[in-house]
């Protein structure tokens, strides 16, 4: 705790060059990105598993709150993605370092031409969904579906310090979470290595789901889905994910396939750099260790979840269940 207090206060304080804003911004950026991550695979999994919850998801998404949550993902993503760029390109020319300076500003200014017009075309989708007047979710049903999330972490992280310290008593440890060396270095080549594999996959999605269509879209009866040749006639949330998924490409359920490598590499990539930051602030041997086994079952599960979701894909039940939603 007071490794993470000196780093804000000092940031918070600090007059010098632009490398120290580089960091902090790169690390904030990729933890709003994780913890959105962790939101949309697990509402996107209710499409298949709980189409109800996933309409409420929705509508809440649409909300004004939620907007203005997607412009800042947006950014997140968009920055984090460019830096990302930036840290492998001197991790591997280190002796390029002289430019850092020049490089980090080329960063925010490639950041900046990115998101104007991105941002331009998302407003526009936003001023025309809200031309209709349409009913929005209240903030009181957003608080009581996101204080459900905030609970499980909650519980996963108490569940992880209770393990943590019943295995120091058993074993007698002293010691944190600790990887092999091998290991370690493994995984700071897997970050830069998924970080280059994962742009065109989060560009192409961002572009798709936000861009070209955004989440207003998801309920228009009779839009064309995205990257489909299927209408979504009812307009139904669940039929927007279903036909996606169910659109074949030589046979191939391609956009389940994208939607798989992405969910992998995005969530190793998202929570090897969650572990990173824990190492660097949770110091004590306890917290340590449990943090990093909430982590890895994090991870884990979030993979399982996502993949079992495209999997099982929506059936005719789902669509059955979303008209219902409607109807009453």
Sequence with gaps: MTTLVT??????????????????????????????LILHVIDTSWA????????????????????????ILIACVVYHAYNGLRIILFDYKPEWWKHQQRAANIVFATTAITLIP???????????????????????????????????????IVAALVLSALYGVISRS?????????????????????????????????????????VFDITGAGIQVVGTDIVNESGHAVEFVGARWNMLLAGVAIWRVYDGLLLALVVLHGFNGLRYVVNDYAHPPLVNRALNWAIVFGAVALIVVGAWALLAGVDETAYEIAEDIVLH
């Design 7 to 36: 780093t804000v206060t000092e940031t918070l304080r600090y007059r010098g060059k632009i490398g120290q804003w580089s960091w902090v911004l790169h690390r904030v950026s990729g933890l709003g990105t994780l913890l959105f």
């Design 174 to 214: 002293r010691s944190g979470f600790n990887l092999p060396s091998r290991a370690e270095a493994t995984l700071w080549s897997f970050m830069r290595l998924s970080g280059v594999l994962i742009l065109p996959l989060v560009f192409g999605h961002l572009a798709m789901m936000h861009v070209i269509q955004g």
């Design 118 to 156: 991105v941002f331009a075309i998302m407003l526009n989708h936003v001023l025309e969904f809200y031309e209709d007047d349409p009913e929005l979710a209240s903030f009181s049903s957003i608080v009581e579906m996101q204080s459900k999330f905030l609970l499980g972490f909650i519980a996963i």
């Design 48 to 71: 298949a598993f709980a189409p109800d919850l996933y309409a409420e998801a929705i509508d809440q998404y649409q909300s004004p709150l939620f907007t203005i949550g997607e412009f």
